[in-house]
């Protein structure tokens, strides 16, 4: 059985299909990246997932249980996590501080305990903090951090939860290239040691390629391609909606004479 399998799901804003009739499944421990030019239903989708939205049509069942119509905190209960969700309170305590809140909300949800200090947590805190490699900045204000370090923070927070499946729209946004790779790579690892299901969107078709198990193409709300990075690369429907959007698939010189294939990379 699928971790997340998402069946038929349609949702419409007065007359613009936004998603229409998509389905997918995600495994566990697998990075799923969902593409598509803007406009395409990416975010739409999310929603669905996550809660916020109520889908016209179709099903989104996690482990068997279907999540369309509960409240968006009955799924986040239930392990689905997101990054890009700073709490008001984000930058008025440090790196630390924001992960043994996340642990402490953890704690209290299982067991409805209300622990007045959270210093418990904190070697739990600085375990977390140490896998995405902010350990060194845990004393340190969430307010003075680097972008990419937020996300990493972020990431933190998320896995506090103990997700089975996590949603990432547009991690990246605003991110140099280097970051980017460097936030997914870490997205990958933490997915497969703790087995966690991960549904993303990116713009940076290199990204997509080297992170992502499966990608799947949105095209005006409809699925039109799905498949590896070699797949869609090489898919002519998936070049011809990227055809004029500013994001065109074009051959890279291969880095070796090695024989393997040439990436390939969006250009604007
Ligand atoms: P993407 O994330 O792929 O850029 P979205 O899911 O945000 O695409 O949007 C898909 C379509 O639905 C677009 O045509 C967008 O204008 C429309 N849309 C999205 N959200 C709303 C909304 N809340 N109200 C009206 N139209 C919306
Ligand atoms: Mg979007």
């Known amino acids: 059985m699928s971790l997340l399998r998402v069946s038929h799901l349609s949702m419409s ?41 109520r889908p016209s049509r179709g099903s989104v069942m996690l482990d068997g249980e279907e999540l369309v119509g509960m409240r968006p905190r009955d799924i ?24 043994q809140m996340a642990l402490l909300s953890r704690e209290k949800r299982l067991y409805g305990l209300w622990k007045p200090a959270a210093s418990q947590f904190e070697e739990q805190a600085l375990a977390l903090l140490d896998q995405v490699g902010m350990a060194a900045h845990a004393q340190r204000a969430c307010s003075v951090l680097a972008y990419g370090d937020v996300k990493r923070v972020e990431m933190a927070i998320a896995l506090a939860n103990r997700p089975k499946l996590l949603l990432m729209d547009e991690p990246t946004a605003g991110m140099a290239p280097q970051e980017r790779n460097e936030l997914m790579a870490l997205t990958k690892r933490l997915a497969v040691e703790r087995n966690i299901g991960v549904l993303f969107t990116e713009h940076s078709m290199d990204v997509v390629f080297a992170s992502a198990d499966d990608i799947i193409v949105l095209a005006r709300g409809k699925l039109i391609a799905q498949g590896n990075a070699h797949m869609i690369r090489n898919d002519a429907n998936v070049q011809a909606v990227y055809f004029g959007t500013g994001k065109t698939f074009q051959p890279r010189a291969p880095l070796s004479a090695g024989g393997g294939e040439a990436p390939m990379e969006p250009r604007a």
């Open 13 to 53: 804003f007065g007359g613009v299909k936004a998603v229409d009739d998509v389905s997918f499944d995600i495994e566990p421990g697998k990075l799923l990246a969902l593409i598509g030019p803007n406009g395409a239903g990416k975010s739409t989708c999310f929603n669905i997932v996550n809660g916020q939205l």
């Open 76 to 99: 986040w209960r239930r392990g689905v996590g997101r990054t890009f969700q700073v709490a008001a309170t984000f930058n008025s305590m440090t790196v630390l501080e924001n992960v």
